[in-house]
């Protein structure tokens, strides 16, 4: 139940200019509450609600840079709010938080249009509200965030991780071609060590940037509680009421923006005079004035019993002096100056949050903000099914339950919100995937109330939808060992992963000219081992095994305890003499040493000597002529040394 309409107004010193989280929102609001005591306390005003109060404080821009980045410290002016709420029967709905820049010597100009839409008798303007002349709305958190989160991808440690990452891909792309052990050890201990060492090393501090953005920022309807109090940052974009030049005065000399009398001495502030218009020849006027000036702006002195004669007359004679100085037309050039540089402060900007006292917060739908995952970047959190958790940051979602629309579809179910360790701005939830969820996918999440009181309502209370697209990279795969037993061979390693976009494959080599061989992988493979029977019907001979995602070919170390050894029963069949070689002809003339497997050699002559041999393929091989090579000679075939057939030479 809505029972009032509050306006808070604050006069706040606005321009600061803007710059990591865990998940633990209490934290954050601690790094901020001591953020604002390295910054200027400002006077705040709640000017219509009695039971809600405000404090203000203007954060500085290295506190900024620090806390947010720097991508939000050089476009927002960031101030911190504390926000008070002494009502015992109401919350306090916040709805907006915008600046005024109407009474600014450097903003406003005009007031613009002049309307009053809660006065007009025209019907159409009783269908409408509009916004005020010179008023600036703060930047909702989403929008800081989404900024942040666009400028992180492009920082230069993210940029080093994914060059890096590349560079590993391509090397295991092409592990095959290097027979050296070495090489291949090398490669793998690069991707699955040093690049994830650097990551850790240098940590990407936007994660918890974003973090804390997500839980101070400022957000449309945010809830203080009953006599509770909470902190908002608020984010002014500078470029909305700063120059280009006046922006480079604030960031050389942001204490002017302060304490604007300061422009007044000191010859380091001459070149901001003259941009400013301040002339030379009018300096000792305004130096000469601005006791006086400021000497109005107090406030009366109360009569006290304890206040000397003394005090008094000095106190008559400066006022009367000063009264007399400043009727003078004499001084009427520089008391417009004066006016005009206390104008400049931008303590003349005034901050609003605007908003609703309401009883039953349970009836307001709940409202996302995000979803936020561990480990959902990794290819691994979604690729392979199974249990996954995340959080969900809201605002209205006390008691509600989370559900994905899409479930059914993608195979997602057990889908539970885990009340006991949510809080009002976060719901903690799980689900079970039963196969890969492809990157791309967008999973659409819904809060939904059911009201406390059945008497009002039984009408469940559904949220807006929120898009969530699933995002990872996918790099080739490594392979670390492989072993043979018993024709079962088992592949060792990392990043298996069978997905629509890189179909897992694995096929087998030859260190021969056979063709490669396609494995069929039964189901239930997991991510880092792979197994399978050796093929029946196999070509003897060394294999290599392979593994592919989608066009992504990785190798297995290239020696011989890493291959596959289909063994060889060799069979000479026929040989020619030639002028200048014998040409060999028979069966499975394939040497297997390179693999555990016996070598093959030759012998040839009345004595058997033995002849250097080239394997041209499985069934011809090319030896050496001894001299006097005649027909009628025999050749024979050894095995690991031993003979395993013969024939005569032709």
């Known amino acids: 139940m809505r029972l009032s309409r509050a306006l808070l107004a604050l006069i706040v010193l606005l321009p600061a200019f803007p710059q990591t989280h865990t998940t633990d929102e209490e934290k954050n609001k601690t790094l901020v509450a001591a953020a604002a005591k390295q910054g200027v306390e400002l006077p705040a005003k709640a000017t219509v609600h009695d039971s809600v109060g405000v404090t203000a404080v203007l954060l500085t821009q290295p506190t900024v840079r620090r806390l947010f980045g720097r991508e939000i410290s050089d476009t927002y002016a960031v101030v911190q709010l504390t926000i008070s709420n ?95 052990a070495g090489i291949a050890k090398g490669i793998a201990a690069f991707n699955g060590d040093f690049v994830p060492g650097v990551a850790l090393a240098w940590p990407d501090g936007a994660v918890a940037q974003q973090n804390r953005i997500s ?47 300061q422009i007044l001495f000191t010859d380091a502030n001459k ?21 006086c000036y400021s000497k109005m702006f107090e406030p009366p002195a109360s009569a006290s019993k304890t206040e000397s004669g003394l005090l008094d007359s000095a106190q008559t004679v400066i006022q009367n002096g000063c009264k007399a100085m ?17 104008r400049f402060g931008i303590q003349n900007i005034r901050v609003y949050v605007d908003g609703i006292m309401t009883v039953d917060i349970d009836t ?11 480990d959902a970047t990794k290819p691994e959190f979604w690729a392979v099914p199974g249990d996954k958790k995340g959080t969900l940051q809201c605002r209205f979602c006390t008691n509600g339950k989370v559900s994905i629309l899409e479930a059914d579809k993608l195979g997602i179910t057990n889908v539970a919100t885990a ?11 799980s689900f079970t995937t039963s196969k890969p969820i492809e990157s791309g996918q967008s999973l659409t999440f819904v809060v939904t109330k059911t009201p406390a009181d059945p008497k009002k309502s039984t009408q469940e209370i559904k949220s807006a939808p929120f898009v969530y697209t699933v995002a990872y990279v996918e790099a080739a795969a490594s392979v670390t060992n492989v072993a043979v037993a018993d024709k079962k061979v088992t592949v060792t390693g990392s990043g298996f992963l069978d997905t629509k976009a890189n179909l897992l494959a694995v096929l087998l080599h030859s260190d021969g000219k056979d063709a490669d061989v396609p494995i069929t992988l039964a189901a239930g493979q997991t991510t880092d081992k792979l197994t399978f029977d050796i093929p029946a019907g196999l070509a003897p001979g060394c294999w290599n095994v392979h593994v592919k995602l989608g066009s992504m070919e990785t190798a297995a170390p290239n020696k011989a305890g890493q291959k596959i050894l289909s063994e060889a029963a060799p069979k000479l069949t026929a040989a020619t003499l030639g002028a200048s ?10 040497d297997t040493s390179g693999c555990g497997g016996k070598a093959l050699t030759f012998k040839a002559g009345p004595n058997l000597v033995d002849v250097s041999a080239k394997l041209d393929s499985p069934t011809e091989a090319t030896l050496s002529l001894p001299a006097g090579a005649a027909k009628g000679w025999t050749v024979q075939l050894l095995q690991g040394g031993t003979k395993v057939s013969e024939t005569k030479l032709q």
């Open 86 to 180: 002494t009502s015992g029967d109401a919350a306090f709905v916040i709805h907006s938080a915008y600046i005024d820049t109407s009474q600014w010597a450097l903003g406003g100009g005009t007031r613009g249009f002049s309307f009053d839409n809660t006065t007009s008798n025209y019907p159409r303007e009783q269908a409408r509200a509009g916004s005020w002349p010179n008023q600036i709305a703060s930047v909702e958190s989403r929008i800081a965030r989404g900024q942040l989160l666009d400028a992180q991808q492009w920082s230069a440690r993210n940029w080093t991780i994914r060059l890096l990452t590349i560079a590993g891909s391509l090397a295991s792309g092409y592990s095959f071609a290097f027979k050296e």
């Open 581 to 590: 070689a014998i040409t060999v002809k028979g069966e499975q003339l394939v």
């Open 215 to 261: 839980d101070v920022g400022y957000q449309t309807n945010k809830i203080v509680g009953k006599q509770s109090s909470d902190i908002i940052v608020c984010f002014f974009p500078i470029d909305m009421f700063l120059s280009a030049p006046i922006r480079q005065i604030f960031l050389k000399s942001p204490g002017l923006f302060q304490s604007p009398y």
């Open 364 to 374: 307001v739908p709940a409202s996302i903000d995000q979803v936020v995952f561990d």
């Open 271 to 291: 070149k901001i005079r003259k941009d400013l218009g301040i002339a030379d020849e009018l300096l000792p006027a305004l130096r000469k004035l601005h006791p």
């Open 419 to 429: 009340a006991d360790a949510s809080s009002p701005n976060t719901l903690q939830f």
């Open 326 to 342: 400043l009727a003078d037309s004499a001084n009427a050039e520089a008391l417009v100056g004066l006016d005009y540089i206390g």
